[in-house]
């Protein structure tokens, strides 16, 4: 599975994003799939996962109501919504697939995620 995000850009404070990842591989829409991301200077966090048909989706607490995580499994394509950016939304941002029956427990932990794409950069400026 190879997994691409869409290019990062650098917005102000306030805006809303739309981040896009496409995975290939005939498999996609049996995986769980998660974004993460690095900020400068912290390790690297879970953001939002989704199950294999959309059913289920789990957020950190500090994106809940803001992001939405949303997947097109005709299209192989996981989306992440973020609105209200904030200047601490700064980070390389990551989506990883799994191969994980979906759980809230599992889905938060980047070892549950065997496929990652080599991240997007996203900058906010207050």
């Known amino acids: 599975v190879q997994l691409v995000e869409s290019v990062g850009v650098l917005v102000q404070a306030g805006v809303s994003l739309r981040l896009s990842c496409s995975a290939s591989?005939?498999?996609?829409?049996?995986?769980?799939m998660g974004w993460f991301r690095h900020a400068p200077g912290k390790v690297l966090g879970f953001v939002a996962a989704?199950?294999?048909?959309?059913?289920?989706?789990y957020y950190a607490d500090s994106v809940k109501g803001r992001f939405t995580i949303s997947r097109d499994n005709a299209k192989n394509t996981v989306d992440l919504q973020m609105n209200s950016l904030k200047p601490e939304n700064t980070a390389v941002y990551y989506c990883?697939?799994?191969?994980?029956?979906?759980?809230?427990?599992?889905?938060?932990?980047?070892?549950?995620?065997?496929?990652w794409g080599q991240g997007t950069q996203v900058t906010v400026s207050s």
């Open positions: 990883a697939s799994s191969q994980m029956v979906f759980s809230t427990l599992l889905a938060g932990r980047e070892t549950s995620y065997l496929y």
């Open positions: 989704i199950s294999w048909n959309g059913g289920n989706t």
């Open positions: 591989g005939r498999t996609f829409s049996t995986y769980t």
